[in-house]
């Protein structure tokens, strides 16, 4: 029998404060001149390895998410899917319980106890043999991404309006102010203040853990941020024995700032200014004490982006954009990427921070799923910030501060109070949880500008029309930093501007078989010398039933092979029609570049429409 011990911590995103701070609620602690990588969140954060070299991640397993295929019993029946749980746990010696169901349509099990790697194991393997199951994955944790502050009141914003590294953010207040654009924050909830709340609209609470939602009970209609504070060991310990967190920790309102640098109001004669000023913000509340629960947040993009989830009225007001400043250890799992893909079916955009350990993005979620926009972070200079994550997977970056100068942080909407509920301020934080905000407020002008745009466009615009950081990027940061003023001039009224550069295209139609079998679609490339760009875009136009089936791959004229997109049974949505960006500049651009798409599954078959690569 295994014990229930307190509440374990599945995934720490985090960067440098005081030695060991991990990613949750970040509140106001400042940070410290030899910060080390693995806590830079805020205030509240449970703590990561102090080397941060090995985040703690594999902690105990308290629940399962389950998606069954579509054509299972399972899939349908609640009843099924119980009786599943039961069998699949007497396989493997322990005691299963179906949950609920999630809102996109995956079962969540309950392990009856915390288990270790082992027993995990033994009982997943249960399910994975099972040909009705698409997939299983651990039920994680996810925190909050940010830094920390420092002191109060806002003076200067330098992250929208500065030349050499601000996003330009007032040269597209000509064109869009975000009038009319949802914005759902998934976060810790709002506390009330004045410099927001006429752009707040009513949200939800999808804590459905009354311990950690803090508030008596559990999902309920209420997102209001009731604080994250925590004392020291409250959320158990980590896969190496220390406590978590390592030690006290205050309120962040983590949620409240994130919403501010979106749509704090402007022109009020106070506080700051939003990106997207005119735009609604919706707080959706999935962060509380010791964290959030990968299930609560899959249900909780499923219904900000208008999806059902049981138990749960509908969304009166579905967001146009999410944004997620959340995430942990571990690469984006089957059940995140399945709400994600839901969410951008229903013409959502979905923005996530990258996290702030310093490494590879692609080792966290949700910055490493699919058809997300995965935001990495830049300092006052340009530069990719020393907390921020790196990668091919990273889309693009944005402002997120240093606040070692606290002036050079990115100031926004907070509270004072430390264990309860204080009096209104402002802030200075660091973190990719700001860097988050800034490109889902730029999603909502964009919106606006141009209401017919798809998610897809929305991230392509983005992406074309970031300019080159003015600092230094090592690992990788996407496509530059986002600049505001040349995406919305690019975006006219109704689509974005086309690609500027040298632009190739092959538009012959490419039949893609269901037989696992490549097929290729060549560019010859002339009249471009030297190599290849760091931002080489690659755009895709793939027509396909089931998009999850199609693994795409740009291979180079000296035959390196690039990865665009890899299969995935939960990605259900049809076509594949995006740009990519990527790191070419190991290759000459002169010569013959192909497009690779292999349907990995049988039953259906699509075609490559057209492709282009922009120099």
Not at 134 to 163: G, I
Not at 343 to 351: K, L, M
Request: net charge negative; glycine share 12%.
């Amino acid at each position: 029998m295994h014990q229930r011990s307190a509440l374990p911590v599945r995934k720490i995103l985090g960067t440098a404060l005081a030695a060991g701070l991990a990613a949750t609620v970040l509140a106001a602690v400042p940070a410290t001149a030899d910060a080390t990588e693995a806590n830079i969140l805020e205030a509240g954060a449970p703590p990561a390895a102090p080397d941060a070299t090995a985040p703690a991640t594999d902690g105990p397993v308290e629940r399962l998410i389950v998606g069954y295929k579509s054509k299972a019993t399972e899939a349908k029946s609640n009843d099924a899917a119980a009786k599943d749980a039961k069998a699949k746990g007497e396989k493997a010696g322990e005691s299963l319980d179906f949950q609920r169901r999630l809102g996109t349509g995956a079962a969540l099990v309950d392990l009856g106890a915390q288990l270790d790697k082992k027993d995990t194991a033994d009982v997943m393997a249960a399910f994975r043999a099972d040909p009705d199951v698409a997939y299983v994955v651990p039920d994680r944790r996810k925190y909050a991404t940010a830094v920390t502050p420092n002191d109060t009141y806002y003076d200067r914003q330098w992250d929208l309006f500065e030349a050499a590294a601000g996003m330009n953010v007032p040269g597209a207040w000509d064109k869009a102010t975000g009038t009319g654009v949802k914005v759902a924050v998934l976060d810790t909830g709002y506390v009330a203040h004045s410099d927001l709340a006429a752009n707040v609209v009513g949200g939800y609470d999808f804590i459905s853990d009354p311990l950690m939602s803090r508030d008596g009970g559990g999902r309920d209609s209420n997102p209001a941020d009731t604080g994250d504070w925590m004392n020291k060991g409250d959320c158990g310990v980590d896969e190496f024995g220390r406590p978590v967190p390592d030690s006290d920790r205050n309120n962040s309102w983590h949620g409240t700032h994130v919403a501010g640098t979106i749509a704090a109001t402007t022109g009020n004669g106070k506080g700051i200014a939003g990106i997207a000023y005119n735009a609604t913000i919706q707080p959706v509340r999935v962060l509380g004490w010791c964290g959030g629960t990968d299930a609560d947040i899959i249900d909780a993009i499923t219904w900000a982006s208008g999806g059902s989830v049981q138990g749960v009225p509908n969304n009166p007001n579905p967001a146009d954009v999410i944004n997620m400043s959340l995430g942990g250890g571990g690469a984006c799992d089957a059940g995140t990427q399945s709400a994600i893909n839901g969410a951008v079916s229903r013409g959502t955009t979905v923005v996530v921070a990258a996290g702030n350990s310093n490494k590879n993005a692609a080792g966290f979620s949700p910055a490493s799923c699919n058809n997300a926009i995965s935001v990495a972070a830049s300092d006052r200079e340009g530069n990719r910030t020393y907390y921020s994550n790196y990668g091919t997977v990273i889309d693009v970056t944005a402002p997120g501060g240093e606040t070692a100068v606290q002036a050079n942080g990115i100031w926004s909407t907070l509270n004072t109070g430390l264990r309860s509920v204080g009096s209104e301020t402002y802030a200075a934080y660091q973190g990719t949880s700001m860097a988050a905000p800034h490109i889902a407020g730029l999603a909502a002008l964009l919106n606006q500008a141009s209401p017919s745009m798809t998610p897809a466009q929305i991230e392509s615009a983005i992406k074309t029309n970031a300019r080159t950081l003015p600092g230094t990027c090592s690992g990788g940061c996407g496509a530059g930093l986002a600049d505001a003023a040349r995406t919305l001039g690019a975006s006219g009224s109704t689509d974005p501007q086309p690609p500027t550069g040298s632009v190739f295209t092959n538009a012959v139609n490419v039949n893609i078989p269901d037989t696992n079998t490549p097929v290729t679609s060549s560019l010859a490339v002339t009249g471009i010398s030297g190599n290849a760009p760091t931002a080489l875009k690659v755009a895709v136009d793939i027509k396909h039933p089931y998009r999850g089936d199609l693994r795409i791959e740009l291979v180079a004229p000296n035959g390196s092979v690039t990865q665009l997109k890899a299969a995935s049974s939960s990605d259900s949505a049809a076509n594949v029609i995006t740009t990519y960006t990527v790191d070419a500049s190991g290759a000459a651009a002169a010569g013959t570049w192909k497009l690779r798409v292999t349907d990995v599954y049988s039953s259906d078959a699509g075609y490559i429409d057209s492709w282009s690569l922009t120099f």
